[in-house]
């Protein structure tokens, strides 16, 4: 059986900078940073008491009163259904067209926002100071307290429950949680699911949110966010030499993806064609990359391959055939030398020629949602022929020379537009996910 092109052909997302398309790809080329200090939980005493968070969310705006029937659904989860709703309707899906057990739904979600204050009163009331132990009688009369629901929905698969029901599909329904890479993982397995011919259709993306007391108390003790307490719009600075860690986002983005057959046949407009998609491990350490890039180099390497694209050709008007990298760009002092070393080590010597930048200077980091929504703006790059900048990069590190598009969005019109973009995400525990696009019609 042939192998099936795919495409992308409905869109959404929820990110720190709004949840509209056009709104939010607006203060993206604007420049708009969304770090401020948390207002979710009191985070005064904590080493880094900032984030971006989605203002103003409700699940009722974009699923009407069919909302009540996810009412219960945690934080992460009800943005993975407006987004996935947003993506349904801008595909034309809401009008029908697609078996339901051709469709089908992929998910990098992450697990949905503890009760943190009954589970921190449940600690306090279980411990036995004298023994110095945990109490676990008193810790299991004390979970009685616990709400059912909540506790359930903490579970990274309900988001796959929830979507799939509020859309009605009965396809292939997976989730996968490698950290920051799983969206992206999502995506390009999913768009394998379509062109092996398993599906016609697959709603694939992330959600995360992880601002809450644990989930930034985890990555303050792993010393892997920004403590830049008295600038905290300024504080992801992905690149610079000054950057000191990552600035916690959160949100979700969810893409159709459709074979190009079944996209046509039902008379849909593609967005854009997903071509190569790439995948490693470092098999290094858990909270370290391999410091040679080495996975992260196989991962852009195989995504490049399998799109049929040589890093190293140029195309008839003299430019490189990669047009943008959405960069990773934590922020982080080891992943951008590491995924500069990667870049460099693949293009050679036209990676100076091959503009990248990051999103999360501006989103800060969506932890699973981040590859989806970085992929989402890579579309926008490819329909408007504009790129997204890289903020505060004001003071260049030597180890990371490339054009990572500075402060200030690009206008690429004028030498053709954007043609292909690659999109990288690495995460945790050394997964490396890799996908590229190509402009409609290229």
Known sequence: MAVKRVVITGMGWVTPLGCDLEGAWRAMLAGRGAARAVRGFEAGTFATNFAAEVDGFELSAFLGEASRVHERAGRGTQFALAAAMMAWRQAGLDRGGVLPERAGVYLGAGESSPDSAKFGRMCIDSWDASAGVLDERRWAEAACGLDLWREVEQEPQMALLHVAQALGVRGPSMNCMTACAASTQAIGEASMLIAGGEADVMVSGGCHSMIHPLGMTGFIRLSAMSTRREDPSRASRPFDRTRDGFVMGEGAGVLVLESLEHALARGARPLAELVGYGSSADAYRIT????????????????????????????????????????????????????????????????????????????????????????????????TGWLTPTLHLDEPDPACDLDYVPNVARDCNGEGGVGVCLSNSFGFGGQNDSVVVRRWGE
């Open 288 to 383: 370290d990359i391999d410091p040679h890039g080495d996975g992260a180099y196989r991962a852009m390497s195989m995504a490049l391959e399998r799109a049929g694209i040589d890093p190293q050709g140029v195309g008839d008007d003299g430019r490189p055939l990669v047009h943008f990298i959405s960069a990773h760009g934590t922020g982080t002092r080891e992943n951008d030398g590491i995924e500069t070393r990667a870049v460099r080590r693949l293009f050679g010597g036209f990676a100076d020629r091959v503009p990248m930048s990051s999103l999360k200077s501006m989103t800060g980091h969506l932890i699973q949602a981040a590859g989806a929504v970085e992929l989402i703006a890579c579309v926008r790059s490819l329909e």
